[in-house]
């Protein structure tokens, strides 16, 4: 398996644009995670799907970001407008959902940059 | 909340032992993890332990847990420079939604020839 996909890697845009974030799971996973790393806060989960279905958005900065997943293979984290305070690395995880340790697998992230 | 802490620096040579600390406050705590992330990339699963073990090992890696002080280290023998890096302590349980992984800030892993 190619592991979590995840596209631009790297997204340098200016401040009011929109950015959109891509992520493809690993192929058979139930649950998509999206998270931010940034310096100041570490790693924080936004928001993750089960099957598709947006269980905890709690994580969501505010009604900026968005995030979408259309279907099991794919899934979107849109910011409009974009911030210099987005500026951070974005990942996405997926996890098989099947009990047991489920271990969250990771994608190579993200970096945007707010300009 | 629940949180995990651990501090955030850690210098060795090459050849010695390496011993990276996590504390945790979630009493529902079922699975730990330790992940590792190189720059630029992402986090990648190093090993993870069951609540009911104290111990694991896996070749250079240990893994112990004392569930009554909520205390998970990570020991890596004859540590190498291709292990500098910086590594997360990660915990699951009941109180934080069992699907949820709560991280803690990391630990920056300096060998030293």
Redo the contacts between chains.
Sequence with gaps: DAGVIQSPRHEVTEMGQEVTLRCKPISGHDYLFWYRQTMMRGLELLIYFNNNVPIDDSGMPEDRFSAKMPNASFSTLKIQPSEPRDSAVYFCASSPGQGGADTQYFGPGTRLTVL | GEDVEQSLFLSVREGDSSVINCTYTDSSST?L?W?KQEPG?????LT?I?SNMDMKQDQRLTVLLNKKDKHLSLRIADTQTGDSAIY?CAE?GVNT?F???V????TRLLVSP
């Design positions: 699975y993890y992940y990339a992402g986090l990648q699963l993870y069951f997360f699951r939604g699907q949820k992984l991280f803690g800030t990391g």
